[in-house]
């Protein structure tokens, strides 16, 4: 009932020794609270909070356009109903060095277990898009240093992400993950990876635990976990997917609506209001109070 019983310390401590036992894992994409409530009950090992997705919502476009405030409030909505760590995208951290240091305490403030900052200038764009900037290495380093030393909770996973692959290919790439690795990045994010290859040579290069983004139609091909776990990936993330699938689903229903002028055709798609209940757990809101919040259902 009501919100997750772990503390945030605790998801902090728990996502830092699994990440720390080199296992992979899967941390997809919730688009709210509510599916990252489905995302933990079919067992996955994390939630990621994805800028994409948070600006989408919005109706806006992934170019630096949300603010922290936003943000931190959403991750603070899906990290509090979910006893999984979550993974926050900052983005390039929301301004200069000193306001990566308050996005780090906003985001860990709002219960994270992990952020997320990149080396792409303002204003950002998909890392799977053409023409991105990344700022210099120096600049980059600044960035990571700030969220490191801001962090008030050393379990906090600060995690730098890196654009340079596409714009300045693998091997420069690659010496800038170490030299933010140098800077005290816990793990690092190589994005826009095009191959297997790619990821097996992050992997022999850097010591701490990487992550692939399997977002859909961008750079890199779909791999699977098992794919993934081969050459030595630490988290994956599928970010959009659950949003693009649900879009995708309501289409379909809103077409049938035009079409069919009903939905009862698209029951068996539609999640049951039983199976709502479940993952909000109605029963135990009614075990509270069963004065007010009793209530049976068939399915
Ligand atoms: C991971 C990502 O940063 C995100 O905001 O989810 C995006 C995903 C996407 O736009 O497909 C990205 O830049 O890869
Ligand atoms: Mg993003």
Same mark, same amino acid.
């Given at each position: 009932m009501l919100y997750a019983e772990s503390t945030a310390a605790v998801k902090r401590a728990g996502f830092r020794e699994r990440l720390s036992s080199g296992e992979l894992l899967r941390f997809p994409g919730a688009f709210n609270p509510l599916s990252a409530r489905l995302i933990q009950q079919r067992g996955f090992d994390g939630v990621y909070v994805s800028g994409a997705v948070v600006a989408a919502d919005l109706?806006?476009? +992934? /170019?630096?356009? $949300?603010t922290l405030s936003e943000v931190a409030g959403r991750a603070r909505q899906i990290a509090r109903m979910t006893e999984l760590p979550v993974l926050v995208d900052a983005d390039t951290g929301f301004g200069e060095p000193m306001n990566v240091a308050r996005s780090v305490q906003e985001l860990e403030d709002a219960g994270v277990a992990g952020v997320h900052i990149e080396d792409?200038?303002?204003p950002k764009r998909c890392?799977?898009? +053409?023409?991105k900037e990344v700022v210099d290495e120096q600049t980059a380093i600044n960035r990571i240093r700030a969220a490191v030393q801001a962090r008030?909770?050393?379990?906090l996973l600060i995690m730098a992400r890196t654009d340079s692959r596409a714009v300045a290919g693998l091997p420069a790439a690659i010496d800038r993950m170490k030299a933010l690795v140098d800077a005290g990045?816990?793990? /690092? =994010?190589?994005?826009?990876? $095009?191959s297997l290859a790619e990821f097996e040579a992050v992997r022999a290069a850097l010591d701490v635990p990487i992550l692939a983004n399997m977002t859909? =139609?961008?750079?890199?091909?779909? =791999?699977t976990v098992d794919q993934l776990r081969d050459v030595g990936v630490n988290i994956v993330i599928w970010p959009v997917s659950l949003l693009r699938l649900a879009m995708g689903a309501a289409l379909a229903g809103l077409e049938e609506l035009e079409t069919a002028g009903s939905l009862a055709g698209l029951l068996p798609r539609m999640q049951h209001r039983a199976d709502l209940y479940d993952l909000i757990d109605y029963a135990g809101y009614n075990a509270f109070d069963s004065g007010v919040f009793n209530f049976t259902l068939e399915k």
């Open positions: 109706g806006l476009p +992934d /170019i630096g356009l $949300t792409q200038v303002n890392g799977h898009l +053409d023409g008030r909770d050393a379990n990045a816990d793990a /690092i =994010f190589p994005e826009a990876l $095009t859909e =139609f961008g750079k890199s091909e779909l =791999f």
